[in-house]
């Protein structure tokens, strides 16, 4: 079964301009507030289609392992990869020049009226709102993966020991990295 939204290799538009890295990643800011990741992958893969499903994930993958929040690093990568530094520069001031106005005007405002109920209803229905767009997000990113039943094994794996056994996330993956690495190569 494949995901009728995938976006296969040769569904790929020309590779983003330096200005339409700052202008896609900038609209991603303004509209992902909070839970960008979903709105990444959307962006990315199924609007612009500057990257395939799977180079999405490729790409994801590898940014996970850096330090720094994954979107900003996805950022950093997805510039990289189609105009160098500079494209790389313009992909992470896109990303991050209008939320860190709006979190400085947030943070004001919030020091205001901080104990209001109505204030903290809103961050209740947000973080339901985040979760739910996390949740759909992940399951858009295992269907590449559906029917290779290694790579989904590593990943249930991956989800038990950090989300049931509550084992830290960096010695989880320093484990589970060279494993799938491993399996992956030898593996007709």
């Known amino acids: 079964m494949s995901d009728p939204n995938a976006v296969k290799s040769h569904d ?26 979903p709105l990444a992958r959307n962006m990315l893969v199924e609007q612009r289609r500057w990257l395939s499903s799977e180079k999405f994930t490729e790409l994801l993958g590898l940014c996970q392992f850096l330090p ?14 189609f105009q160098g530094v ?13 939320p860190t106005a709006i979190v400085i005007g947030l943070g004001v405002v919030y020091a205001r009226y901080q104990n209001d109920a109505h204030v903290q209803h809103v961050f209740a ?7 739910g767009l996390l949740l759909s997000t992940a ?22 020991a950090i989300a ?25």
Do not use: D, H, Y
């Not at 049931?164 to 007709?188: G, H, K, Y």
């Open 125 to 131: 229905g947000l973080a339901a709102a985040a979760a």
């Open 164 to 188: 049931w056994l509550r084992f830290p996330l960096l010695p989880t993956m320093l484990v589970l990295a060279p494993v799938s690495i491993l399996l992956a190569w030898r593996r007709p």
């Open 12 to 37: 790929i538009s020309a590779p983003p301009s330096k200005a339409q890295l700052f202008i896609g990643f900038l609209t991603l800011g303004l509209i992902g507030f909070g839970g960008v990741l």
């Open 86 to 98: 500079r494209g790389a520069l313009c992909a992470l001031l896109g990303l991050i020049c209008a």
């Open 139 to 160: 399951i858009k990113m295992l269907m590449p993966l559906w029917g290779k039943w290694l790579p989904l094994m590593i990943v249930g794996i991956c989800l038990v």
């Open 68 to 81: 720094g929040g994954n979107v900003i690093n996805l950022s950093v990568a997805v510039g990289m990869e």
